[in-house]
T-cell receptor, first 114, second 116 residues
C-alpha cells in the first residue's frame, strides 16, 4: 500500500515563527504536492514538485516555500507564520509516468497560528 | 480564473436514489485527466474514479460513473443507489501536464448528505 506520512497531525505555532511541515512517501513517486484546505474553498494548491530539487508554484504560493532534496520527502516551509495561515495542510504524491494515476494523500496537518 | 468549478456547495439525496454532482473545468491542454475524490468526516481523501481526456467512453467504477462531456468541459459524477455511507464531501480534480510533470488542482467541493 502507498503510504504518505505527514510528520504532525496537529501543530500550534506562534505568529512570526518559521514552521516546517514534513511529508514522506514510500512509493518512489515523482510527483508531490502541498495543498491547504479551508471550508468553502476546497483544496488549493500551494506548491508541487515533479522531481528532486524541482518545484513549481501552485495557485497560492505567497508566504510559503518548499524543499525537495530527496525523492521521498517534500517539505513545506512557512517563513514567518501568520494567523491567516491557520488551516489544514494536505500532502499528496503520484506516480509520474502514468497519467491516469491518482494522487495519494497524507492524513493532513491541522496548523493553528496564534 | 477557477480551473475547476463545483457549483453545488451542498446536496441532499434520498437513500437508494441516484445523484449527480456537477463539475466543470477549464484548460487549454489537449491531454488532461479528471478525478473525483471522496472525503468523509474522518478527513481521509479517497480516490473514486478517473477519466482521461482522450477516453471515448465514460468511466465507471461500481456505483460511480463519470459523465464526461468534452465539448461542454464537464465531468459530472453520478452515484447510483445512494447509501448512507456516501454522505461526505466530494471533490473534482484535474491533472494537467504530461508524463512526469503533473499539476493537479481541485474544486471547492460538494457536501452530499444521504437521507434515510
Amino acid at each position: 500500500d502507498v503510504k504518505v506520512t505527514q510528520s504532525s497531525r496537529y501543530l500550534v505555532k506562534r505568529t512570526g515563527e518559521k514552521v516546517f511541515l514534513e511529508c514522506v512517501q514510500d512509493m518512489d513517486h515523482e510527483n508531490m504536492f502541498w495543498y491547504r484546505q479551508d471550508p468553502g474553498l476546497g483544496l488549493r494548491l500551494i506548491y508541487f514538485s515533479y522531481d528532486v530539487k524541482m518545484k513549481e508554484k501552485g495557485d497560492i504560493p505567497e508566504g510559503y516555500s518548499v524543499s525537495r532534496e530527496k525523492k521521498e520527502r517534500f517539505s513545506l516551509i512557512l517563513e514567518s507564520a501568520s494567523t491567516n495561515q491557520t488551516s489544514m495542510y494536505l500532502c499528496a504524491s503520484s506516480f509520474g509516468p502514468r497519467d491516469s494515476t491518482e494522487a495519494f494523500f497524507g492524513q493532513g496537518t491541522r496548523l493553528t497560528v496564534v | 480564473a477557477q480551473k475547476i468549478t463545483q457549483t453545488q456547495p451542498g446536496m441532499f439525496v434520498q437513500e437508494k436514489e441516484a445523484v449527480t454532482l456537477d463539475c466543470t473545468y477549464d484548460t487549454s491542454d489537449q491531454s488532461y485527466g479528471l478525478f473525483w475524490y471522496k472525503q468523509p468526516s474522518s478527513g481521509e481523501m479517497i480516490f473514486l474514479i478517473y477519466q482521461g481526456s482522450y477516453d471515448e467512453q465514460n468511466a465507471t467504477e461500481g456505483r460511480y460513473s463519470l459523465n464526461f462531456q468534452k465539448a461542454r468541459k464537464s465531468a459530472n459524477l453520478v452515484i447510483s443507489a445512494s447509501q448512507l455511507g456516501d454522505s461526505a464531501m466530494y471533490f473534482c480534480a484535474m491533472r494537467e501536464g504530461l508524463g512526469g510533470y503533473q499539476k493537479v488542482t481541485f474544486g471547492t467541493g460538494t457536501k452530499l448528505q444521504v437521507i434515510p
